[in-house]
């Protein structure tokens, strides 16, 4: 079974400045997805960014980009020239690739607050 | 392109009563999710539907949980008898078939155990 561990509860940064937000896996397998999504207080799940795995090259969506270390199984977002349209619950999934079965995993994420 | 629809957006029950979501997945995602988010903690899959074929419901507690989704395009999550650590919110997610398309998720539905 795979296990996302998000081990930031909180962090909080000034408007403009960059935030990189901390996500470790595990998993046996060697061909999954990594994905980071936003939850804002309206509940909704939405999708900031995906890596797949057996890309090297780390993915970017304009001001979000992510370092990805499969060996160290590390999957940590940057958000860069943050706003105050940010702050929200910050999730890591994970999703396996085999089976059909592909269901999130998700970690108990970091709640991201932008000061103004 | 509509969204997922999920209803009610908020339910309160007392315990040991019964209560049901809906679910209306994006127009043909064959591919459908019920998660369960309890407060401050990251949603956990219960129940994943390819049309109306469950494909993994490994973590869905059968003994009061179940779930439809007879046509193969909107689906019901049902809890009887709810227990107080069923309060959480239940997100439903639809996808295309195929392992390279993302889950679009609904709002959600608010449920309350008194």
């Known amino acids: 079974a795979q296990t996302v561990t998000q081990s930031q509860p909180e962090m909080s940064v000034q408007e403009a400045e960059t935030v990189t937000l901390s996500c470790t896996y595990d998993t046996s397998e060697s061909n999954y997805y990594l994905f980071w999504y936003k939850q804002p207080p309206s509940r909704q799940m939405i999708l900031v960014i995906r890596?797949?795995?057996?890309?090297?090259q780390n993915a970017t969506e304009n001001r979000f980009s992510v370092n990805f270390q499969k060996a160290a199984k590390s999957f940590s977002l940057k958000i860069s020239d943050s706003q105050l349209g940010d702050t929200a619950m910050y999730f890591c999934?994970?999703?396996?690739?085999?089976?059909?079965?592909?269901?999130?995993?998700f970690g108990k994420g970091t709640h991201l607050i932008i000061q103004p | 392109e509509a969204g997922v629809a999920q209803s009610p957006r908020y339910k309160i029950i007392e315990k040991r009563q019964s209560v049901a979501f809906w679910c209306n997945p994006i127009?043909?995602?064959?591919?459908l999710y019920w998660y369960q988010q309890i407060l401050g903690q990251g949603p956990k899959l219960l129940i994943q539907?390819?049309?109306?074929?469950?494909?993994?419901d490994s973590q869905l507690p059968k003994d009061r949980f179940s779930a439809e989704r007879l046509k193969g395009v909107d689906s019901t999550l049902k809890i009887q008898p709810a227990k107080l650590e069923d309060s959480a919110v239940y997100l439903c997610?639809?996808?295309?078939?195929?392992?390279?398309?993302?889950?679009?998720f609904g709002d959600g539905t608010r449920l309350s155990i008194l």
């Open positions: 890596q797949e795995a057996y890309k090297q």
């Open positions: 127009s043909g995602h064959a591919t």
């Open positions: 539907f390819q049309n109306n074929g469950v494909v993994d």
């Open positions: 997610a639809s996808s295309l078939s195929g392992d390279r398309q993302p889950q679009h």
């Open positions: 999934a994970f999703r396996g690739r085999g089976g059909g079965a592909d269901g999130l995993t």
